[in-house]
């Protein structure tokens, strides 16, 4: 019984994306805003409009960031939307 409630409240989560989800197992960096220095992530999905991402001390990400997919490519700011345990969602900008 829990596990069709549980797959219901999924499915109405899912339903309310903007943009479907892609799974992703890529490390990346964020620099947090107005910081200089960045710190490792893994970014676990992500879609045209958000990201869900796995950090070591998430309560140290402040409400916005940068998000860093490699070295070479610009860096993409984000705000948290979410935090539950060391994984965190957070929104294009």
Do not use: Y
């Not at 892609?22 to 947090?32: D, E, G, H, S, V």
């Not at 970014?43 to 140290?60: C, N």
């Amino acid at each position: 019984m829990l596990s069709i409630i549980g797959s219901a409240r999924f499915e109405n989560r899912k339903n309310r994306r903007q943009s479907p989800r892609k799974n992703f197992n890529l490390t990346a960096r964020i620099r947090l805003d107005g910081g200089f220095a960045a710190r490792q992530c893994k970014i676990l999905d992500h879609s045209e409009t958000g990201v869900r991402l796995f950090v070591q001390d998430p309560a140290k990400i402040p409400g916005k960031l940068m998000l860093m997919f490699s070295t070479d490519a610009p860096e993409k700011p984000a705000r948290v939307v979410w935090q539950s345990g060391n994984q965190l969602g957070a929104e294009f900008l």
